[in-house]
């Protein structure tokens, strides 16, 4: 069964820190894998997409990793900022244009 | 601006009514979705359209219809049968291309609540 997995649930960090949110995958046969991040009451807007040969891309603060082998992608996101408080969503889509979407991880960033 | 508009962005609703959420799309997008969130979970497919005047039933079509008579138009209509209705929509459009990054766009979302 094609699922994605997301870890944490919620995640509580200070402004400065750094943190990693993990997505786990068995989607098959795998095309691309995208994290979105999504403020409170708005659409999602993409931060990275990568597709199978590749294992590292960076957006600003935000570097995603992909194993493809393992089937296991991170988010990590250096020096957080208030404004990352948001839910990040991990979205893998299989070769049939079909997307699966991580229940996401709330991350909320205090001062 | 290209983008995703959906409106209304609030929207009340009597039960028993149908009511009918607006999505367009200028990003000459062949492909288009809606999709329901509800807290805690992970958006859920409702309805999908590969390409105009086809479009096929997701993983909770029940209570829900939609048309694509425009490229550029997506309407989902929440019918009456639909049980539980208050929640978050969203709408998304994606362009296969050949490239691989096949990725989604998504609009701002309507949120329905059944008074």
């Known amino acids: 069964k094609n699922q994605v997995e997301q870890s944490p649930q919620s995640l509580i960090i200070l402004e400065g820190k750094n943190c990693t949110l993990q997505?786990?995958?068995?989607?098959?046969?795998?095309?691309?894998l995208r994290w979105y991040k999504q403020d409170t009451g708005r659409g999602p807007v993409s931060l990275t997409i990568?597709?199978?040969?590749?294992n590292t891309k960076s957006n600003g603060r935000y570097t995603a990793t992909l194993d493809a082998d393992t089937k296991q992608s991170s988010l990590h996101i250096t020096a957080s900022q208030l404004s990352d408080s948001a839910s990040y969503i991990c979205?893998?889509?299989?070769?049939?244009?079909?997307?699966?979407f991580g229940t996401g991880t709330s991350l909320t960033v205090i001062p | 601006d290209g983008g995703i508009t959906q409106s209304p962005k609030y929207l009340f609703r009597k039960e028993g009514q149908n009511v009918t959420l607006s999505c367009e799309q200028n990003?000459?997008?062949?492909?288009m979705y809606w999709y329901r969130q509800d807290p805690g979970q992970g958006l859920r497919l409702i309805y999908y359209s590969q390409i105009v005047n086809d479009f096929q039933k997701g993983d909770i079509a029940e209570g829900y219809s939609v048309s694509r008579e425009k490229k550029e138009s997506f309407p989902l209509t929440v019918t009456s049968a639909q049980k539980n209705p208050t929640a978050f929509y969203l709408c998304?459009?994606?362009?296969?291309?050949?490239?691989?990054?096949?990725?989604?766009?998504f609009g701002p979302g309507t949120r329905l609540t059944v008074l």
């Open positions: 990003l000459n997008h062949d492909a």
């Open positions: 990568m597709t199978f040969s590749e």
């Open positions: 997505c786990n995958y068995t989607v098959s046969p795998f095309s691309n």
């Open positions: 998304a459009s994606s362009d296969p291309g050949t490239s691989g990054y096949n990725e989604q766009f």
């Open positions: 979205v893998v889509r299989e070769t049939g244009n079909q997307f699966y």
